[in-house]
């Protein structure tokens, strides 16, 4: 091979590979398939583009150290039908939730457990996509945005109220229902303290429903106060767990330091509602088992375990714990919702945790059954 020869090869190579970054962008975020994470509940992920065709993102929670809930959600955009393979690697935990995609506006399906290969170690998960041409919604859980809250209040009416704003300045909102007898307590729903537990938000919007159709046909006289979205800001975020003052709001029910529980506290107030005329506090969560965590009898005052005992009694009878289990806890941080309500205000208090997996029919079926319970054993 002649010097010359030599040259042209080398210069030929060198052609080619300056080229393939033009074929291939560098960037995950540009080309004829790319990522986007504008839209509510999509976090910043890191993202390394391998090829046209993979993508690695890196899932990192938005402070350490952290509960496990590694939330992911991003939308891949292509001008064409394609196979591609998004990596997720985990910064802080291992694969939890099975992702689920939604093309186009289509509804949200789980992805085919045969289009995701886990690690070994849990360290990562690749997700193997068959695009159309257009938006692929990926995520962990189908997602539920602050916008699917402002249906919720259409699509049930009644009297909606701002009782506070978050740290971010978006609107807490709840549906007031004052009690039909001068007598009568009061039930408070709270949901979506922690931004990925979204079965508890479906378990939240059966469970009130059911309360709501009980009030209207006259079967319970409580009054009624559904809180359903505490952490809008950490929904829209995209986070794991915490609100954007970096605090986890169910360990701050002692101190009260976040603007998104004293804003209950002060609806609370403004209601003038005492410690005693809470009969029912219920705040809904999503965790790895159907679970209702609940007071130990001694904790509460006689009325209020009385209340407790009729109802467990009713739901065993129901054959609901074959589907919920239920566990009494007695945690010694008395910082969450259900141990301050228990604690300060004598309140039925429980966390309803809905299981990652469970079937969205069936998280509301169990929820609406317990609370169907509910309503049938309490005066
Ligand atoms: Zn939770």
């Not at 991003?74 to 939890?96: N, P, Q």
């Not at 809250?149 to 549906?175: I, N």
């Not at 969560?285 to 375990?305: F, M, S």
């Not at 259900?338 to 966390?351: E, I, M, P, S, Y």
């Amino acid at each position: 091979m002649t010097r010359f020869a030599l040259f042209a090869v080398v210069g030929a190579a060198l052609l080619s590979a300056c080229a393939t970054p033009l074929e291939a962008p560098l960037s995950c975020f540009e080309g004829a398939i790319r990522l986007d994470q504008s839209e509510p509940g999509q976090p910043a992920s890191p993202c390394t583009r391998v090829s046209a065709t993979e993508f690695v993102l890196t899932i990192t929670p938005e402070a350490e150290p952290i509960n496990p809930s590694p939330w992911y959600a991003f939308t891949v955009l292509s001008d064409r039908s394609a196979e591609i393979g998004v990596t997720l690697r985990y910064a802080a935990a291992r694969h939890r939730y099975a992702p689920w995609i939604a093309v186009q506006d289509d509804a949200w399906r789980r992805l085919d457990p045969q289009q995701v290969s886990v690690s070994e170690t849990g360290g990562e998960a690749r997700l193997s996509l068959d695009l159309a041409a257009g938006p692929t919604q990926v995520a962990a859980q189908p997602v539920y945005p602050e916008s699917a809250y402002e249906a919720l209040e259409t699509r049930w009416g009644g009297d909606w109220r701002t009782f506070g704003t978050s740290h971010q300045g978006r609107a807490l909102r709840a549906r007031i229902d004052p009690p039909a007898e001068p007598e009568a307590g009061w039930i408070l729903i709270l949901g979506r303290q922690h931004p990925p537990e979204i079965p508890g938000a479906w378990a939240l919007e059966a469970f009130a429903e059911t309360l709501i159709e009980a009030r209207s046909t006259g079967e319970i006289a409580s009054g009624l106060i559904i809180a359903p979205l505490l952490n809008p800001d950490g929904v829209a975020a995209g986070y794991w767990r915490l609100n954007a003052a970096q605090t986890d709001l169910n360990r701050d029910w002692a101190e009260r330091r976040q603007p998104e529980v004293q804003a209950v506290h002060g609806l609370l107030d403004s209601l003038d509602i005492r410690p005693g005329d809470l009969e029912l506090m219920a705040d809904f969560h999503a965790t790895v088992r159907d679970v209702i965590y609940l007071p130990q009898a001694e904790e509460l005052p006689p009325g209020a375990n009385t209340r407790l005992e009729a109802w467990l009694s009713a739901m065993e009878a129901d054959g609901l714990y074959a589907l919920i289990e239920p566990e009494r806890t007695n945690p010694v941080r008395r910082v969450s919702a259900k141990a301050a309500f228990t604690d300060g205000w004598g309140a039925v208090a429980v966390t309803w945790e809905a299981a990652d997996d469970t079937p969205e029919a069936q998280v509301r079926a169990i929820a609406r059954r317990g609370a169907r319970q509910w309503v049938l054993t309490q005066d």
